[in-house]
């Protein structure tokens, strides 16, 4: 109902704005660039690059210029944070992850066979689409203990998924049981909450700060 001129994004049909043709952005039916070299992984993050690129584009921002910014961004420091391999499991720190679409998306990101920690207090929320995703994807689900990681524990035997260890007492005692139930098939570690953090960290930052201390103890001994 606004008077103001609108433009829209999307990732499936052509508008007025931006839009994704096979593996191109487009502005009003000009090419701006490829998908080819972004960094960032997931349909949400291209969804918001798309947004982004409609800005630049009404700004007159000259294409190259885009381009050269959207393919170097690597993305907010524990959000879906990429950390390197081990053991060659991509190990990704999604600490800031504090609601079940958040944790939807990342693993809606990834292969199958990713090995998930999760778990925390709960907000409220609705963990039914969480846990269907969890069945489809997640080989191994490592849970930390709280009312956000009960809730889901229930959605998750509603649809008999049972390849879980609930309960866990810690971040280190996740992250071991996580490498120790990793196989050959296993494409990744992430640890994308889902809830938050009050329970056993001071906040989300301190529990991402601890999971990079982790990971960067583990690479020491390798």
């Not at 191994?140 to 229930?154: E, F, P, R, V």
């Amino acid at each position: 109902q606004t008077k103001n001129k609108i433009y829209y994004f999307s990732l499936t049909k052509k508008v007025k704005g931006t839009y994704l043709k096979k593996n191109n952005i487009y502005f009003n039916n000009s090419l701006v660039m490829s998908i080819d070299n972004i960094k960032l992984l997931g349909n949400h993050n291209l969804a918001n690059i798309l947004a982004s690129i409609t800005v630049a584009k009404l700004l007159k921002i000259d294409n190259k210029v885009i381009a050269k910014a959207v393919n170097s961004f690597k993305g907010i420091e524990y959000r879906f944070e990429y950390k390197g391999k081990l053991n060659n499991l991509a190990i990704y720190n999604d600490a800031t992850s504090t609601t079940p679409d958040a944790t939807l998306a990342a693993l809606q990101s990834l292969p199958s066979n990713t090995i998930l920690i999760a778990g925390g207090e709960d907000k409220g929320l609705d963990y039914k689409q969480l846990a269907k995703q969890i069945k489809k994807t997640v080989s191994s689900l490592i849970l930390l203990s709280g009312s956000g990681s009960t809730k889901l524990i229930k959605e998750l035997k509603k649809i008999k998924y049972t390849r879980m260890i609930t309960n866990v007492s810690s971040l280190k005692k996740a992250w071991q049981l996580a490498i120790s139930n990793s196989t050959k098939e296993d494409y990744c570690i992430l640890f994308s909450p889902a809830a938050t953090s009050f329970n056993m960290f001071i906040n989300e930052f301190d529990r991402a700060r601890q999971f990079d201390q982790l990971i960067h103890g583990a690479t020491k001994k390798k």
